[in-house]
């Protein structure tokens, strides 16, 4: 397959689960999570290039390990989840100083940054696939639940729905997903292409289904037009996805009500 | 039968005693109001019972089940005291969130059917809600958000349903029409325990009556004793008043 059609195809499927994940986040309140994660997924990268283990399987196991300790701290401080989130990011963002001193191939810590969406292999398209069609059946199959534990995660106990088990599985979800879509959109990027569509969703939208279809429309719209800008004019296409996002969403912004 | 019993339960937080060798029952078709000053742990007692809390002793058995075995989660259903406190921008409808109350009757992954659309629409009309089916939960008034949490708690048909304060924040009006819409499902066989401090629009509705005293015991009484009781209070005091 041509590396354009590729270069499509993953940001297509990306834009259809990042938003899924990121309207459970931002309606717990977790909005920063991305950002925890994905640094703690470039933390993994360094440490992974630092010695000579395979930077995405460490970024990964970084992310998983960042999104327990979240969850961890969350259930210590309920009402304040943010409060997990900023300590895991200031964490990352340690590991990621200290170990990114050592690593010697500094471009391909960069591709980390901001992505390579451009320049996808073969591999990474299978494994972007599978996972995207993993999450999406998550997604459809965990709905109720989700939507239960996110408005009244007492009223989710007492219903009988398995909370502690359904947020650990969308826990690990969302720390694979922030990891393997840092590698095509950028560690910088992915927070941004989680919360962004959820915002302008929920402006226009009138019901819980309706804010996450709209929010999947919107990453669409986003990721589609950054690309066309991307080929258009060679600018970077991750940074040019989520400034297209942040325009409509100011576009947006005097149509909310208060 | 009874379907809820409470036997010697104690309970504590990690620095105050709250509740104090507790035992009581509840039996088929009663309607408990259970009153305290605040702070009492009515509302600790309700955790307790589904199981959000786990007591220091003692037993809690619903339908026979102890609570912690309990699976017939729609035969429960649950008004918490905070149920209006969610975030004033979440995006979801009065419908829908009425269809999250039949989770207890679902599997994890099943999706709602037309039958189930139905009982969210019957459920909706019980509370006078049918309206505002379609409406953000957020741009309702506290009182239509309260009946809004009352149906999601109905439409699951449960057997017992327990509330925390639902009638707090609700007009004089609407606070008659929901003690009239329980006391009428009590007549239709539903098990109710109600905490409460509203007590003067509840009692001619209710069986039982669940006093918790500041040191965490609990004396149960009938409804009709209570009533004597507090005329007999209410008296005394007027006696005194006219000397
Ligand atoms: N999480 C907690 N940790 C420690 N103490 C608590 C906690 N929750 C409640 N308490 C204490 O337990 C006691 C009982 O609380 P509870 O909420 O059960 O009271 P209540 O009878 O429902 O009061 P109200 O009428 O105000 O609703 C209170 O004194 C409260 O300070
Ligand atoms: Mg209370």
Do not use: W
């Not at chain 1, 960069?110 to 591999?123: E, K």
């Not at chain 1, 997903?177 to 959820?198: E, N, Q, Y």
């Not at chain 1, 929920?202 to 991307?230: D, E, P, R, W």
């Amino acid at each position: 397959m041509a590396f354009m059609q590729r270069a499509v195809m993953v940001a297509v499927l990306i834009s259809i689960i990042t938003p899924m994940i990121g309207n459970v986040i931002v309606l717990k309140r977790l909005s920063t999570i991305g950002d925890a994660l994905s640094h703690a997924g470039l933390a993994g990268v360094a440490i992974g290039l630092c010695f000579g283990a395979d930077p995405v399987i460490s970024a990964v196991i970084m992310s998983i390990a960042a999104a327990l300790i979240i969850e961890f701290i969350r259930r210590k401080f309920e009402g304040y989840a943010e409060m997990a989130t900023a300590v895991t990011l200031s964490f990352a963002v340690g590991m990621t100083a200290v170990f990114s001193g050592f690593v010697k191939d500094a471009a391909s810590f960069n591709s980390f940054l901001f992505g390579s969406i451009v320049a996808i292999s073969q591999t990474e398209l299978y494994v972007t696939v599978i996972l995207c069609l993993v999450v999406l059946a998550a997604g459809i199959l965990l709905y109720r639940a989700l939507f239960f534990i996110t408005f009244d995660e007492q009223g989710a106990k007492a219903a009988g729905i398995p909370v502690g088990a359904v947020n650990t599985v969308f826990t690990l979800m969302t720390a694979v997903v922030v990891a393997v879509a840092s590698r095509t959109v950028g560690a910088l990027l992915i927070s941004s292409l989680m919360i962004i569509p959820v915002a302008c969703s929920m402006i226009v939208s009138k019901s819980y289904l309706g804010n996450l279809i709209m929010s999947v429309v919107f990453a669409l719209i986003f990721t589609i037009t950054g690309l066309i800008i991307t080929a258009l004019y060679d600018v970077r296409p991750g940074g040019t996805i989520v400034l297209t996002g942040i325009a409509v969403l100011i576009a947006l912004l005097p149509f909310k009500k208060r | 039968m009874s379907v809820l019993t409470v036997d010697k339960l104690n309970f504590s937080y990690p620095d105050k005693k709250i509740l104090n060798d507790l035992s009581f029952a509840v039996d088929e078709g009663d309607f408990l109001c259970v009153v305290g000053t605040n702070g009492t742990g009515k509302s600790t007692l309700l955790k307790l019972i589904l199981g959000f809390l786990a007591p220091d002793s003692g037993s809690i058995q619903i339908e026979g089940v102890p609570n912690d075995k309990f699976k017939n989660h729609g035969d429960i259903a649950y008004v918490s005291q905070k149920a209006t406190a969610f975030n004033r921008d979440f995006p979801a409808t009065a419908e829908e969130i009425v269809g999250l109350g039949l989770s207890g009757r679902l599997s994890l992954f099943k999706k709602l059917n037309a039958a189930n659309k139905a009982q969210v629409a019957e459920a909706l009309e019980r509370v006078g809600m049918s309206g505002y089916a379609k409406k953000l939960i957020g741009r309702l008034s506290g009182g239509q958000q309260q009946r809004v949490f009352i149906a999601r708690a109905l439409v699951s048909q449960p057997r017992i349903l327990f509330l925390d304060e639902p009638t707090v924040g609700i007009d004089a009006e609407a606070v008659d029409s929901i003690c009239c819409l329980l006391g009428e499902l009590n007549k239709n066989g539903l098990t109710i325990v109600m905490v409460t401090h509203d007590i003067s629009s509840t009692i001619y509705h209710a069986d039982k009556v669940l006093k918790i005293s500041e040191n965490g015991c609990g004396t149960l009484v009938s409804a009709h004793d209570y009533i004597a009781d507090f005329r007999f209070a209410h008296d005394r005091g007027s006696e005194h008043g006219n000397i």
